[in-house]
């Protein structure tokens, strides 16, 4: 039994889930307790991949990242590198998909609490980073915890659009998702089975995993 | 001594306010929505006023376009409505945020008796409890001067009297500026050096209060 759907899926998804944890908190952060002139419109464009289909979104990836895409075509004449069927375009696809999830966590985690928690270190004269340290995280990280482990799933699972851009290539761009679809294809019921079974295995473990977090989490707060 | 100046368009009314506070008592009394907690909030500099002028003894801390010193320059303590306590950080951690001195806060917790609440986290104190832990934790940063916006009014009577009585107290251990607002009017007479009246962001009416009487 080749290993590499499993290796490749968690590489992929891990790394793809700390760039959208570290941009999404960040961004969520900026904008969701500011309002700005087109501040609706920016929210709008960062969470459209939530609801296109990810084919289209596969499709805007590769008009970007393929050989005459404007990346692209940036990365293959400066570096002699190209993106796409690469393990990259695995992470690439998967950071777009799972991005909205982690912002839209991070927004509502950031406005769960009393804004004046912070005002009140402001007035204490703490600056802006340590306010965010020791106040603005630690009071949102339990929602922040969620869209860690809602991304990574949606990181691990993503399927359309890894196609288009990463392609299926064995041992370098077969992820769980697309080793399951193309065992199907191929008539490979048992390899399906196994990875089916692998993946559902890991996203239940998941969802178990944060639901009895919160739970635990919630009564702590009832404590004390 | 604070100086206040301030104009803003709020959604139902033009703030336009001018007045100054010694080290003394004002207090701002009003109807909710009257503008009050603005006020505080412009001189606190969390929120900007559209002109005006916020001079705190030789600093001016907002003028016009030309001047906006950040939140954290003013040292200006700020006992929020709702107090704002930090629900992740014991009591001592909370006033010791911006401490200054150690023992002059380890001195404030007892005039305000809540030493025994020290490794007590705010969920697991009593709205009077929290009421002392907020002013302590605004006054442990040696302001110079202080805010406070209704503290008194999630309390039942006679704690609000206590908490009066040690406002007080607090005063004359530590003499500077203090703006409170309440739109309790008993509060407001036995409280303020000054009572200035708010009504749709004008002030209306004020009153040096001859019936206070400093113990």
Redesign the interface.
Same mark, same amino acid.
């Given at each position: 039994m080749n290993y590499s759907p499993l290796i490749l899926s968690l590489k992929t998804a891990t790394i793809a889930t700390f760039i959208v944890f570290v941009t999404g908190v960040v961004l969520a952060r900026l904008i969701s307790r500011n309002s700005f002139r087109g501040k609706s419109i920016i929210e709008a464009i960062i969470l459209l991949p939530l609801v296109l289909p990810p084919t289209v979104v596969g499709f805007g990836l590769l008009y970007i990242f393929g050989k005459n895409g404007f990346i692209g075509r940036l990365l293959l004449d400066w570096f002699d590198f190209q993106i796409v069927f690469t393990w990259y375009a695995v992470v690439i696809a998967a950071v777009v998909v799972s991005f909205p999830l982690m912002y839209q966590s991070a927004s509502a985690a950031f406005r769960q609490?009393?804004p004046?928690?912070e005002?009140?270190?402001?007035?204490?004269?703490?600056?802006k980073w340590r306010v965010f340290w020791?106040?603005s995280f630690?009071?949102a990280w339990p929602g922040l915890l969620a869209g860690l482990v809602l991304s990574f799933a949606r990181a691990l699972g993503e399927f359309g659009a890894t196609l288009m851009l990463a392609g299926y290539i064995p041992n370098v761009t077969d992820t769980i998702p697309l080793a399951i679809y193309f065992a199907v294809e191929s008539g490979n019921l048992e390899a399906a089975k196994f990875w089916v079974i692998i993946i559902v295995a890991l996203g239940f473990s998941a969802i178990l995993w944060l639901n009895w977090w919160s739970k635990r989490n919630m009564m702590r707060?009832v404590q004390? | 001594m604070l100086i206040v100046e301030i104009q803003k368009r709020l959604p139902h009314f033009e703030l336009d306010v001018k007045f100054s506070v010694a080290n003394e008592i004002v207090v701002l009394f009003g109807p909710s929505g009257s503008g009050k907690t603005t006020i505080l909030n412009c001189i /606190?500099?969390?929120s900007k006023p559209a002109a005006g002028i916020i001079r705190l003894n030789d600093t001016i801390l907002f003028e016009n376009k030309k001047v906006f010193v950040?939140?954290?320059?003013?040292?200006?303590?700020?006992v929020?409505?709702?107090y704002?306590?930090?629900?992740?950080m014991t009591v001592w951690k909370n006033i010791a945020?911006?401490m200054q001195n150690e023992s002059f806060v380890k001195n404030l917790m007892k005039e305000l008796r809540i030493e025994h609440l020290r490794d007590k986290?705010p969920?697991?104190i009593s709205g009077g409890e929290k009421q002392r832990v907020a002013i302590a934790?605004?006054i /442990?940063?040696e302001p110079d001067a202080l805010l406070l916006d209704e503290p008194f009014s999630a309390l039942d009577n006679q704690t609000r009297v206590k908490g009066h009585e040690e406002l007080l107290r607090i005063h004359k251990l530590w003499r500077i500026p203090i703006i409170l607002v309440t739109h309790h009017l008993e509060e407001a007479k036995k409280l303020g050096n000054r009572i200035l009246y708010l009504h749709e962001g004008k002030i209306c009416d004020s009153e040096m209060n001859v019936n206070l009487i400093q113990s």
């Open positions: 609490y009393d004046n928690i005002n009140a270190a402001y007035t204490m004269g703490a600056s020791t106040i630690p009071l707060h004390k | /606190a500099g969390i950040p939140i954290q320059k003013r040292n200006i303590g700020y929020f409505q709702d704002a306590l930090f629900p992740h945020y911006g986290y969920s697991e934790r605004a /442990a940063t």
